[in-house]
């Protein structure tokens, strides 16, 4: 029975009502949600940029206090040296000037280098010079020391900071001070390059609240009012005693800012950033009024999208229709391509039974799903008697670590593996098989196993291993014998030649005029053998090595070079602890850095060489750097008389290192690198 207009009517206009509510209570419900958004979104804007600032103020202040204290390092480490110990005692101004002159960059951050007898009075500076009376900042105290900001000596009218150690006698007497003077475009600088989000500015200050530096964004506010804010804020985190983030309010109190501070605590300066409220807000106000737009989008789409389904519901329907009939034209031509096929499939599988190499497919946990004929002649085993098996179980115990690792990866969506494993054979022989396998996607374009290709190399394996079994062996043997040449040179001839320097200098007390200065020229050609004996002895095998490890041998190497004066060579080395490198390793990380230097000194043309030292949580690196003309590491490779880098991959490869060279015009890089023990294990 139709239903009468009066009811499609009522029907309408009901449905005009609750569409009408519809829309009221969604409106209200985006209104009441657009406040909460932008309260909550306020909030964490606030904390996220309180946590922001506190993390730039302690990394700006780690960065600048792990500088100084590497400067202060390395004022300590030549004031400990017992070379530079005696120049000072003797005041030889030549030597001195060696080791003050390297601390000296063209246009670098040390502005001067200066030397002070214990009354703190300036007996030497570098490049100014220094009158005896004129007096330079060092601590009371005998220990390393960063001043606070203040004027230049040697340049009235420049702000400097003075970074001193203090220069102590074997006794324990202090014999004077050894200083730099810093200057503070350094840390201006580093201020500036701060990665720094708008209105934000930092400040950077002393022990006494000076200002080293400032900078580099604006707050809108005069200096002294923003200098007054940084002092109140290190003064509230001095009184808290830990690194404080603070919104705190600008001079007038209208406006806000985020403050944050962090100490340096060896140095007793502080690191404060101030960043204005409204710039470190615009961002999360943008944000919520891209959501508010995106809401009232949402919105409008919502009623849009009622529209469309309908008339894409009626547009399937007919899709639907033209599918069927294409459906079934498809069938026919299914059946077509099946018998082809059949006969390619046929034809494939001929092919795979006579390869040589065992082809194989497995599922995805692993299980062997098809493999060639050529397993039988490999492994012994019949193809119908590892179907079904895990490719696991035919794996040596040995090497389920590895194989495991390749599963891990492959699980992950690696597309290609190659690897090396050792296999157990049926009668319980061990075979290598390297095997090729790439991922077999299903329909969907997911994996669904994998698909490779195993070959037989346990000759090549053995042959290899054998190679290598007799090189380590001629090194071991080659590093054996340097070192008993060396004892012997050490402790047989070091003896016989000191016998006989004491026995000349007897004898010298009892000759006078001409025989007597002969006698003197002999003790010191005598001296001269020993000297030269030594090194040869140090050259062969150095016993810092075996008695304080690498890095000690490595900086020992290093500074012998450097005081040759042949090449200057600067070295960055990390603490290494004991047991965790094997002596083998040793030795051949030594052996790579000392020809890395000769090489360096004789080839390259550089005047300067760096050395790094890097440890890390399983491997320790070891690059050398040099900045001369570089060279064709192709072409070098190929000349036979060159063994150095043969050398140094062959030792690289026995301890289980690898070694890479950048060889490409300025200078050349050369990195070792060698797995480290696990202490704890």
């Known amino acids: 029975m139709p239903t009468p207009p009066n009811d499609h ?20 419900l985006v209104g009441s949600y657009s406040l909460y958004l932008q309260s909550s979104m306020s909030q964490r804007a606030e904390q996220e940029n309180l946590a922001a600032n506190k993390s730039q103020a302690e990394m700006g202040a780690l960065f600048v206090e792990d500088h100084q204290k590497r400067l202060l390092e390395r004022l300590t480490a030549i004031a400990s040296r017992n070379v530079f110990k005696r120049a000072f005692k003797q005041k030889d101004e030549e030597d001195l000037r060696s080791f003050l002159l390297p601390l000296l960059r063209p246009g670098g951050e040390v502005q001067s280098v200066f030397l002070a007898n214990p009354q703190r009075m300036c007996i030497l500076g570098l490049p100014h010079g220094a009158a005896v009376k004129t007096s330079c900042a060092a601590p009371q105290e005998a220990s390393p020391w960063v001043s606070p900001l203040h004027e230049d000596p040697f340049r009235p009218g420049r702000r400097v900071v003075t970074l001193s150690a203090p220069i102590v006698d074997n006794d324990g007497s202090l014999l004077g001070y050894l200083g730099l003077h810093q200057s503070i475009a350094q840390w201006q600088g580093f201020l500036k390059r701060l990665t720094s989000r ?8 002393d022990q006494e609240g000076g200002v080293v530096a400032d900078g580099p964004g604006d707050l809108g506010e005069r200096e002294s009012d923003l200098l007054s804010l940084a002092q109140a804020v290190r ?12 919104l705190a309010p600008l001079p007038g109190g209208e406006f806000k800012a985020f403050a944050a501070a962090a100490p340096l605590d060896d140095l007793g300066w502080v690191m404060v950033v101030l960043q204005a409220y409204g710039p470190a807000m615009a961002s999360s106000q943008a944000m919520y009024r891209n959501s508010l737009f995106f809401l009232t989008l949402l919105m409008s789409c919502l009623f849009v999208l009622g529209a469309v389904l309908v008339s894409r519901y009626r547009i399937q329907q007919k899709l639907v229709a033209n599918l069927n009939r294409e459906a079934r034209h498809l069938e026919v031509l299914v059946n077509e391509r099946t018998a082809d096929l059949q006969e390619s499939t046929e034809r494939y599988r001929r092919l795979l039974e006579d390869l040589p190499d065992m082809v194989y497919e497995v599922d995805q946990d692993s299980r062997i799903t098809f493999v060639s004929r050529a397993m039988q002649n490999v492994l012994g085993y019949r193809p119908s008697e590892v179907h079904g098996r895990l490719w696991r179980e035919l794996v040596d115990p040995q090497d389920h ?3 495991d690792q390749e599963r891990t990866l492959a699980a992950q969506g690696q597309d290609m593996s190659i690897m090396a494993l050792r296999h157990l054979a049926k009668n319980g022989e061990v075979r290598w098989l390297s095997i090729h396998s790439r991922v077999i996607e299903n329909p969907r374009g997911r994996p669904s ?7 037989d190399v346990t000759a090549e394996v053995r042959a290899e291993k054998r190679v290598r079994e007799l090189s380590g062996r ?12 060396a004892l012997d040179l050490h402790d047989e001839m070091g003896q016989l030649l000191s016998a006989l320097k004491i026995g000349l200098q007897s004898l010298a007390r009892k000759m006078e005029g001409e025989e007597g200065l002969e006698l003197t020229k002999l003790i010191q050609l005598s001296q001269k053998v020993m000297d030269r004996m030594r090194a040869l002895a140090y050259r062969l095998r150095p016993s810092i090595l075996d008695n304080f490890g690498l890095a000690a041998a490595v900086e020992d190497l290093c500074e012998s070079l450097s005081e040759s004066g042949m090449i200057q060579v600067d070295h960055d080395l990390d603490e290494l602890e004991m047991g965790r490198l094997s002596p083998e390793a040793s030795i051949s990380l030594f052996r790579f850095v000392q020809e890395s230097l000769t090489n360096a000194v004789k080839h390259s043309g550089s005047e300067r060489v760096e050395v790094r030292l890097e440890v890390g949580a399983k491997s320790l690196k070891v690059s050398v750097r040099d900045f001369g003309k570089g060279f064709d590491y192709a072409k070098v490779m190929l000349m036979s008389r060159n063994l150095g880098l043969l050398g140094m991959q062959e030792r690289m490869a026995l301890i289980g290192g690898n070694l890479s060279v950048k060889a490409s015009e300025p200078g050349a890089l050369l990195c070792a690198e060698a797995p480290l023990e696990d202490v704890n294990a």
């Open 9 to 28: 009517a009522a029907s309408g206009r009901k449905l005009a009502f609750w569409a009408l509510g519809a829309l009221l209570l969604m409106v209200l």
């Open 235 to 246: 003064h509230l985190m001095k009184e808290r005693q830990k690194p404080l983030a603070w």
């Open 401 to 403: 670590a590895k194989f």
């Open 474 to 485: 001629l090194i071991k043997a080659q590093e054996d014998e340097r070192k008993r040449v």
């Open 198 to 205: 708008p209105g934000r500015t930092y400040h950077l200050l």
């Open 449 to 455: 196993g994998r698909r490779g290709v195993a070959r």
